[in-house]
């Protein structure tokens, strides 16, 4: 998928909106595939002083087993698009994985769109930002409550506890 930038290339202060799909159905992350649906994506690029900055939001629906707690879980997610688009890169040994090179006077949307998500996406896929995940003796989810499991005491100080049983 290509955007055309021919008019705003050459036109400082100009600026061109652009609003995708993108199937990112066959990207694997560890043993799942997250994304089923399409991926949105919409913004715009503008030409300033000369450098093509392009900026813009991408919302979808990730499906995943929390990596904490085991659980199935459906999360939107919203991705800001913050690049640069340029017409060749200076230095390819120190490239900048927000630098994306133009191809004539078009920008290749796709790989735009799948670098963000990919470089965005969490190390770790949970339900939520505060799953609280298993408890580590009896296995229960302790989002649904804490468990019946007694705290182990730290050996180091089991000589105190028998202190204060006296």
Not at 33 to 47: I, K, M
Not at 120 to 144: E, F, H, I, V
Request: aromatic share 4%; charged share 25%; net charge negative.
């Amino acid at each position: 998928m290509r955007l055309g930038l021919s008019q705003i290339i050459d036109c400082p202060g100009e600026s061109i909106s652009y609003s995708a799909s993108v199937d990112l159905s066959d990207l694997q992350y560890g043993t799942s595939y997250p994304v089923t649906e399409p991926v949105l994506a919409s913004g715009t690029v503008r030409n300033t002083a000369g450098v093509l900055v392009m900026k813009g939001m991408i919302t979808t629906c990730i499906h995943g087993t929390c990596d904490r707690c085991a659980a199935d879980f459906d999360r939107q997610v919203e991705i800001p698009i913050d690049a640069v688009l340029v017409t060749e890169l200076a230095n390819e040994e120190n490239e900048d994985e927000w630098v994306f090179p133009l191809d004539g006077d078009s920008a290749d949307l796709e790989d735009i769109i799948r670098t963000t998500f990919v470089l965005n996406l969490d190390s770790k896929l949970l339900c939520s930002d505060d799953c609280k995940g298993l408890c580590c003796r009896c296995g229960k989810n302790l989002n649904n409550g804490p468990c019946d499991c007694q705290k182990e005491i730290d050996p180091r100080l089991a000589a105190l506890k028998q202190l204060l049983n006296k």
